[in-house]
């Protein structure tokens, strides 16, 4: 017997129907083991030893991954082939040695597809495990450990509220912090554009004005609006005829195939997806065989999956959409380990695959892959500029137009900035001609900040820097979120509070290891471990050799010194200059007292300096200071109309709250993160908990209100969870009595069996005319025609399962399944068996 692991149970119930009878596949279930998070994990004085140690949880699997390994003649470690499924096969040899139940012949096999081909291809070329690659894991694995192990102490003792930082993260935090400092110094300016709306033979086109005055024009050349209106009569007074027509042809390339990085940057801008979201789906997809392994930098094609994408292109087109020879692309990426085919589909003949979010993302998948093997397209790019009588103004109107559409008949790539005004169609035109001004129009505008981050740019910038790889992007991101160090709003990133006292004081302190160069230089040096051109443990000693006293020299600091440091270095952040010249840190309620960054229990803040005569504080997140009142920097949203009381927005040390009033006595709430506060909705959440009124049999009051948990009913004792604030303000009695019976019947929680009602009826089967439902089972949701029940593939989503779909899983699944009297259970003999004899208990010793 022949006993393969790979990392998932889906992918191994599908390589196992692929090898046989003679081999067993278990799953991993991912990494077995890691550095457990406690001090001397690992030991720079013994070389970097490092003491792994087992997860709780996959324990079992691992007995069970022994037991067959005890019985095998040969292990086939057959995890992803990348640097983290090398330290998985690594993780799993070491354990299997240790436990003495590994066999004799281990081998290594990668593929890059789940497919049957791509399996047997794999097994008949097995190699060696990759010492290079794991020793770049260890490496990666090691620096990560002391990063955190070590700075992390040194942010808990000397920056109050402070979590933790990591090695890439940092930088990447930094990268956002860097984009809010340069939007909040960006100075705007004002300028004007002057264009004219002319027609010619019934087709209107726009020109705007670059000369006047016999002066050419830039963008930013008009910068007032008395000077706008002086060109727009002149453009309103004179009379324009072509100058000259310009026509140049160009091309337009497709882009390769999707990297890793390329597919989260575009599932972002097309699709919306986060790039967590994005690794998850495209995860289910290789392991589903619809497409290649998606962690990857190469942005080459097998040879094989040339061929077949070009005569797809021809079957769905014509032979004009394909080059006269291939298109081979070549990778730019140095970290040769994973430099593998680019992300492609399995099957070029497939072009849907799963239904929702997995269907959206094959889609683009297989559109980029296709476009890559298809032919330029070919376009005309026309200038037309034209001149008043004078010769001192003239107008000009840019345009395109597409030839022969090639590969964009199919595919077009995003972008993050708005398209330019080249895709605009023009007249035909000619030198003489004087087309119709119908109007002339002077526009203001101002310049804009460069835009924070989006997912697919911070992406993009991190890889144009070197920083992280592509299977890290999505877990560095998804770090800053978990930690709260940023959040997000309309698909932007905003650096939090935190998130910004955190990288300042690792600015201040430890300059060198958050600095973009240092952190794509050391990138570059572990991809020569995973190339052989380096020694692990001499990457290490050298990072270990000055971080380590940096840290201690920082440990030794006073927490106040570490304050009076960081006060200086975020002076122009927290104290701008003001307009009318006076001292920003002057307080602004005792007038004498100057103002600095304080570090309490809960984080930084800014105080006066008189305290406790003066109690004037602000958020460390209000720089500036402008326009608070002096009741301590609280925002003030107005006044209660039944009270008159003033009702504010303050910081508080589990986070923002509202208060009205003052004193001991003032009612207070916290505010809800789905919720953009105003002094209406201030005023409903001050008056919580709302009485919906009382139940019909008991006759006891029934109420919604905001916990620790979220929202919730609340009836003699007995609670149901609610959805979003909205609903603790719209449920009425009848849906409060529902939902406080369904919670006590515990039918908000799926139930052993699922639920018996369904969730949804489809209609009637397509050729049995039996009625298809959707259920919920314990495993998750199935269609059942009443007769044979089919589980949903992860790949379909159920909210947007159809009838015929759902019509394919139910008639697979009956012919898939064993014909009546020969696959059911055995029947029981007639006379039992006589029993075994007992053995004997073991003596006692």
Known sequence: M???????????????????????????????????????????????????????????????????????DRLILATDPDREGEAISWHVREVLKAKKALPADVERVTFNAITKPAILEAMAHPRDLDTDLIDAYRARRALDYLVGFTLSPVLWRKLPGAKSAGRVQSVALRLIVDREREIEVF??????????????????????????????????????????????????????SVAAVETKPATRNPPPPFTTSTLQQEAARKLGFSASHT????????????????????????????????????????????????????????????????IRPTDFTKDKVGSGDHGRLYDLIWKRALASQMASARMERTTIDLEDATGQHGLRATGQVVLFPGYLALYEEGRDDAEDEESRRLPRLSQGDTPAKKAVNAEQHFTQPPP??????????????????????????????????????????????????????LERFFEKYVSYDFTAELEEELDDVSGGRAAWQAVLEAFWKDFKPRTAEVMEQKPSDITAALDQFLEPYLF??????????????CGNGRLSLRGGRFGAFVACSNYPECKYT???????????????????????PETGLEVTRRAGRFGPYIQLGEGK?????????????DLDWALKLLKLPRTIGDHPETGKPITASIGRYGPYLAHDGKYARLQSTMEVFETGMNAAVVKLAEAASGAGRPQRGGSREPLKVLGAHPRTEAEIKLMDGRYGAYVTDGTTNATLPKTIDKDQLTLEEAAQLIDARAAAAPAKGKGGRKKAPAKAAKAAPKKKPAAKK
């Open 665 to 677: 006595e003032a009612a207070r709430a916290s505010i809800p993160k789905d919720v953009e506060l």
């Open 452 to 505: 924070r981050f989006s997912e697919a740019s911070l992406v993009k910038r991190l890889e144009e820097l070197g920083i992280g790889r592509p299977s890290t992007y999505a877990s560095i991101i998804q770090v800053l979120k978990d930690r709260a160090y940023v959040r997000v709003e309309k698909n932007r990133f905003f650096a939090e509070e935190s998130g910004r006292l955190l990288t300042a004081f």
């Open 618 to 640: 602000r958020r460390f997140a209000q720089p500036g200071g402008e326009g608070e009142a002096a009741s301590g920097g609280n925002d003030t949203l107005g006044k209660d």
């Open 187 to 240: 100075v705007s300016q004002e300028y004007w554009s002057v264009t004219a709306d002319l027609e010619q033979d019934g087709t209107p086109f726009t020109a705007r004005l670059v000369k006047w005055k016999g002066d050419k024009l830039d963008r930013l050349a008009i910068g007032d609006g008395r000077t706008a209106e002086a060109a727009k009569k002149s453009v309103e007074e004179g009379r324009f």
């Open 2 to 72: 022949q006993l393969v692991i790979v990392e998932s149970p889906a992918k191994a119930k599908t390589i196992e129907k692929y090898l046989g009878k003679d081999y067993r596949v278990l799953a991993s279930y991912g990494h077995v083991r890691d550095l457990p998070p406690r001090d001397g994990s690992v030991d720079p004085d013994e070389g970097f030893a490092m003491e792994w140690e087992t997860y709780a949880d996959k324990s079992k699997q691992l007995k069970a991954i022994a037991d067959e390994a005890k019985h095998a």
């Open 279 to 342: 690794m998850r789906i495209a995860q289910t997809l290789y392991e589903d065989g619809a497409i290649t392994y998606m962690r990857t930098d190469g942005v080459q094609m097998d040879a094989g999956a040339i061929q077949e994408a070009r005569k797809a292109v021809v079957d769905r087109y014509d032979g004009h959409y394909v080059p006269e020879k291939p298109r081979q692309y070549q990778t730019k990426a140095k970290n040769a380990q994973e430099a593998h085919e680019a």
């Open 576 to 589: 701008p200059p003001k307009a009318d010249g006076s001292d920003p840190r002057l307080c602004p309620v």
